[in-house]
């Protein structure tokens, strides 16, 4: 059994991962044309279709309305660190 991966995505970055996928697409089949016949070549062309496909085929998940960045450890603490400081210079003022 393979390890599987989900993400999430907006619009933009569907569009912007379909746009790389077809310049990769064109890159794998303009080797095969030159005669590249390697198995290695019809796996990597192979692979880039599948992928172009799972991303365009997919479908918004109901209620989601939009991707919600992650605050990481180290923004939050800079956050509250950053509040102290402007109550502590109010406190002084």
Partial sequence: MSIRFAIQFDTRSKEILID???KEIEIAEGNIRDGDYS????IRA????RLKRGILYSKPEEGV?????????GQ??????RRKEENDSAEVS
Wanted: without cysteine; aromatic residues 8%; proline residues 4%.
């Fill in 46 to 49: 192979e692979e880039l279709f």
């Fill in 76 to 81: 939050k603490v800079a956050a509250q660190t």
């Fill in 20 to 22: 790389l996928l077809n």
């Fill in 65 to 73: 309305n939009e991707i919600k960045p992650q605050v990481k450890v």
């Fill in 39 to 42: 198995e290695e070549a019809f």
